[in-house]
């Protein structure tokens, strides 16, 4: 396999991290270089630990099974892959049979549906159901329709996994509160079917996000596609990757696993014939997102290859990123996946403001919610004359919540000196000018 080049040169496999991400560029090639096969046994244990850590064990499987490399992969390591890739395939399966009477029930019910990220990128673009691990389903729906949809869902057996606005009595009142709830989310409570996980959404970002997609767009660039054997719609495939960005970028604010760089590199090595950059550039303007594209661009070739053309990340940020904020993203995205504990956001978000001000103020913000929001955790809190016992709850909810996080976060120089650089990093996607 030749070194796969992204902006920056060659990757170099020194270490766990470097090969893995040697091993999924989607530059590789069948034949894995002297460099790579000289890893000792041990490197492909930590390579494999790694791997299904971040849910693309499979896609390396699929990655080393094309190559020569399967004979350098101890077999104790390579068993983990290959069942991992197994027990995956399986699930997804059952998933998929589960997805087939959900779509077509709202497909019946006359509610036009979107199938969103995984469900739709296992079959469309890698091609195999058992290379893309899901644990849920994300399905996008007219925001007029939402109420309409939750109430299908529950009428095909679903059940809810928190309490949600359609137990209130009244149609009209469930209406109202629903309509309350997307003026704050991009999405409603999820429904469960078995163990399939369904997640409804009205936009693809949250509403207090910077960024401000065109959600009318979206639906007229929409193509049919067949997914579980119904037919439904899939965003065009420009669409599909801006969302993905926003997925990386504003979701998980760069902390999601390495499964969502891998999505953007293959859809852009997928559909490469069919992507139009024009129109990634124009979309990209027209939501606020070129901050945000050019920034996950710039990872996904870096990290894997993914060729994007220099004109378009030229156009996306005129002069090109911030290289010291590119060097901390790249440092901090490296940094997770050799980082095996989890660090939540909220401490990661607390411990990178620049001030005591900023934190009391985000402390504040996460405990002591509007009364509407607190209704939704706390039912009981709907009619209360005082919220104060609530929001001793929902204090101590907070910390049990997140308390462990802090103790590892103080004790760990290079999580603090992570958690600092993605919030530099969060800053500079805010501040820029659309």
């Given at each position: 396999?030749?070194?796969a ?30 460099s790579?096969?000289r ?12 791997a299904?850590r ?16 399967r ?14 890739y ?68 529950l ?34 409570p ?56 926003l ?23 997928r559909?490469?014939?069919?992507l ?20 996950a ?54 411990w ?21 929001e ?61």
């Amino acid at each position: 396999m030749r070194r796969a080049r992204g902006p920056e040169g060659p990757t170099v496999p020194g270490n766990p991290v470097d090969l893995l991400l040697r091993s999924l560029s989607v530059r590789a090639e069948p034949a894995f270089s002297g460099s790579v096969r000289r890893g000792s046994p041990d490197i492909w244990h930590q390579v494999a630990d790694i791997a299904i850590r971040h849910d693309v064990a499979p896609l390396l499987y699929k990655r080393l099974k094309q190559s020569d490399a399967r004979t350098r992969v101890p077999a104790d390591a390579w068993e983990r892959l290959r069942l991992n890739y197994l027990v995956g395939a399986g699930r997804n399966a059952r998933l998929h049979r589960w997805l087939g009477p959900v779509l077509g029930g709202l497909r019946h019910a006359g509610i036009p549906v979107i199938v969103l990220k995984g469900a739709f990128l296992a079959e469309a673009v890698y091609g195999d159901i058992g290379l893309r691990p899901m644990c849920d389903v994300d399905l996008l729906v007219a925001k007029i329709e939402m109420p309409r949809t939750q109430a299908a869902l529950l009428d095909m057996g679903g059940v809810c996994l928190e309490r949600v606005p359609h137990a209130a009595p009244a149609p009209e009142t469930r209406h109202q509160d629903i309509e309350s709830l997307c003026r704050r989310e991009s999405h409603l409570p999820a429904v469960v079917f078995h163990h399939l996980i369904v997640e409804v959404h009205w936009t693809l970002a949250s509403p207090t996000e910077p960024v401000r997609v065109d959600v009318t767009g979206l639906w007229h660039r929409a193509r049919p596609v067949t997914v579980a054997g119904v037919e439904v719609l899939a965003l065009s495939p420009e669409d599909l990757l801006l969302h993905l960005c926003l997925h990386v970028c504003c979701r998980h604010r760069l902390d999601a696993s390495l499964l969502s760089f891998c999505d953007i590199a293959e859809t852009i090595h997928r559909q490469r014939a069919r992507l139009d950059w024009d129109r990634v550039v124009r979309t990209a303007r027209e939501w606020g997102a070129t901050r945000h594209a050019g920034l996950a661009f710039h990872l996904v070739g870096r990290l894997l290859g993914a060729s994007v053309p220099d004109d378009v990340l030229e156009r996306l940020v005129p002069g090109g990123n911030d290289q010291p904020v590119l060097e901390m993203a790249s440092e901090s995205v490296a940094a997770r996946l050799s980082v095996a504990g989890h660090v939540s956001r909220s401490v990661r978000d607390l411990w990178g403001a620049k001030s005591p001000g900023e934190r009391v103020k985000l402390i504040w913000g996460r405990v002591f919610l509007s009364r509407e929001e607190m209704a939704e955790l706390y039912p009981a809190a709907r009619n209360a004359r005082h919220l104060c016992p609530y929001y001793t709850r929902r204090f101590r909810d907070v910390l049990v919540a997140h308390g462990a996080s802090v103790p590892r976060v103080m004790l760990s120089r290079d999580i603090r000196q992570r958690a600092s650089k993605m919030a530099a990093v969060a800053d500079w996607l805010k501040s820029g000018k659309q």
